[in-house]
């Protein structure tokens, strides 16, 4: 069996802590939203999400480098994130009186995700762009929903729990 070499444990390393940390900060911040509406999938979860996100890119882009590998395929990890959030996601949403609830927060485990891999691979400028687009969505998006619901516009249908 071909293993990685170890990595000495050396003291707490500041751009791993910077790729973990960001990660984390980042998805309690998006996990704040569903918290203060009362969803499943709050602040824990979100930020969970993202640190283990970023934690599985750090540790495949670290074996991917260490060891010698012809067909070793990084992008991988893509699939294995994203498989695991979509069984997550997919046990969120129900159906209840001829209405979805929970998509919303699915999707935004999606993002969550996403943005923990950006912050394990240290893809700052992609971290710094979708971070605050996916909180002004999950934001400002529902106070102008319930704005343009005042005025008879209907807006996506993910239910009450938008």
């Keep these: ?6 990595v000495p444990l050396s003291g707490l390393e500041s751009d791993l802590l910077l790729r973990l940390g960001m990660a984390t900060l980042l998805g309690l911040l998006l996990g704040l939203d569903r918290e203060l509406r009362g969803h499943a999938a709050g602040l824990r979860t979100h930020g969970l999400i993202c640190l283990a996100a970023a934690a599985l890119t750090v540790s495949v882009l670290g074996l991917y480098t260490s060891m010698p590998m012809d067909n070793g395929d990084p992008l ?21 009186k001829g209405q979805v609830h929970n998509i919303t927060t699915a999707v935004h485990l999606f993002l969550t995700t996403v943005i923990g891999v950006a912050c394990g691979a240290a893809q700052w400028p992609l971290v710094a762009t979708a971070a605050p687009i996916g909180l002004v969505v999950l934001s400002l998006l529902p106070f102008l929903e319930r704005k343009a619901a005042r005025h008879g516009i209907k807006g996506d249908n993910d239910g009450p729990e938008a």
């Excluded at 069996?1 to 170890?6: E, G, H, V």
């Excluded at 959030?85 to 209840?96: D, E, K, M, S």
């Design 76 to 96: 991988r990890l893509f699939e294995a994130a994203g498989a695991f959030v979509g069984i997550v996601g997919a046990g969120l949403i129900v159906f209840n």
């Design 1 to 6: 069996m071909i293993l990685n070499p170890p």
